[in-house]
C-alpha cells in the first residue's frame, strides 16, 4: 500500500511525501482492516514528524504518523465478534499509522458512521471528542450546573470541550481564542463568553470571569495553553475548582509558581494525555462517546435547525499528496477547526 512517509526519518513539513510498497497491515485477533478515505491531522503528527514525540514507547504505534481516520471495512480478524461486515462505513481511533491506505485496528476502538456524516467529517472527531470526552468528564468529573473556562475554544479539541461541556449541562461557559472569527465560532457552538485574547482593548479573560460570576470564579477550567495562562487560570478558578491540563502550547515552565495558588482555594491541578492510554481506557472514552455524543452526531440536521448541532468544524480539506501544505497550515495557527486529508485512490 501507499502510506505517508518522512524524508530522512524526521523533518519539517516538506519532509512529508507519499510512499510506495508499504507494508499491509494484517486483520489478526480482533483487528479490522479499514480502507482509509480520510485522516484528521493533530499537533502531535507535528512532534513525531520532528522526532519529538516518544511514540516509540507506546506498543501499537509505528513510524507512520496519525491518529484518527475513516473509511470502509475491508478483512475482519478471526476473532471480531461485533457487528462490522464488509463494506460498513466506520470511523475510529487509533495508536498511529492513519495516513495510510490502510489501518488495522481493534474493532472495540471503530464506530459505525452515522448516515448523514461526510467522511471528511468523521475523521476528525474521534480525537478532539476522545479527548474532551475524558478531560470534562473522566478527569473534570464536571456536574450539571458547574461552570466552564475552555482555552483555545476553536482548536479542535477546544471545540469539542465546549460542546461537551454544553451536553453535560454546564452553567455557564468561558473559552478564549485568538481572533474575532474564533470568538464567534466559539458562541456558535454553545460558549457564554468568548475574549479574544489578543485584543488588548478588550478585558482579559480573568477579569471577564470575575465580572460574569461575581468573584466566585469558575469550577472547571480545560487549559491547553500553559505557561502564559497559569497565573490567571489560579485566578479564575472557584473554592475547590479544578484545573485540567490537557497541552502547554505556550510552553511548559511556570515563572513564579506558588503552591499558594493552589492551596488558598484547595485547587486540583489535573493532567492528561490520551494517546498513552491503554486500550482499556480508549475503550471506555468510545462507549461514552458512543452513548453520549454519536446519536446528537447523527440528527445533525435536525439540530442545526435549532442552531445547537455537536460535530467538528472542518477548517479544510486537503488531498493526501497535499499533506505537507496541511502541516503548515496548523503551524500557522490559522486554522479554526479540523484539517483533513483525504487518501486519493485514483478512482473516477
Ligand atoms: N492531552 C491530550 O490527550 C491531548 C489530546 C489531543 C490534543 N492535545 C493537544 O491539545 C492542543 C490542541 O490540539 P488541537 O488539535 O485541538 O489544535 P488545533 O486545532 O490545531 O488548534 C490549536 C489552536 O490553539 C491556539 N494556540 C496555539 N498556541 C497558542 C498559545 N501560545 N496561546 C494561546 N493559544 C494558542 C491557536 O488558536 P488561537 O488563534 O486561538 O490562538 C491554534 O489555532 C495541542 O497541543 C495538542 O497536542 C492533547
Redo the contacts with the bound molecule.
Sequence with gaps: MRAVGIHGGRGNADALYIEDNVADPVATGDHIVVRIKAFGL???DIMQREDRYPYKLLPESGPILGVEFSGLVETLGPECKADFQVGHRVFGLAYGSAYAERIAVSERMLMHMPDDLDFEEAAGIP??FF?AIQAVHLVGDMQPGQSVLIH?G?????QAAIQVARQAGASVIFAT???DA?CQLCRQLGADHAIN?KDTSTPDFAEVVARETNGRGVDIIID??GQ?YWHRNAASAAMEGKIVI??A??GSVIEGFDLRQLLNKRLSLLS????TRDAAYQVRLRDVFVEQILPHLANKPALKENGRSLGVTVDEVFPWQRVGDAHKK?ES?T?A?KLICVVDYGEV
Design positions: 493533530n499537533r502531535m480525537e478532539t479527548t483555545a476553536a482548536s479542535g479539541v477546544g481564542a485568538g481572533t474564533k485574547y491547553l495553553v502564559s490537557v497541552a502550547m505556550s492528561t494525555t490520551l494517546r496548523m495557527n486554522n477547526g
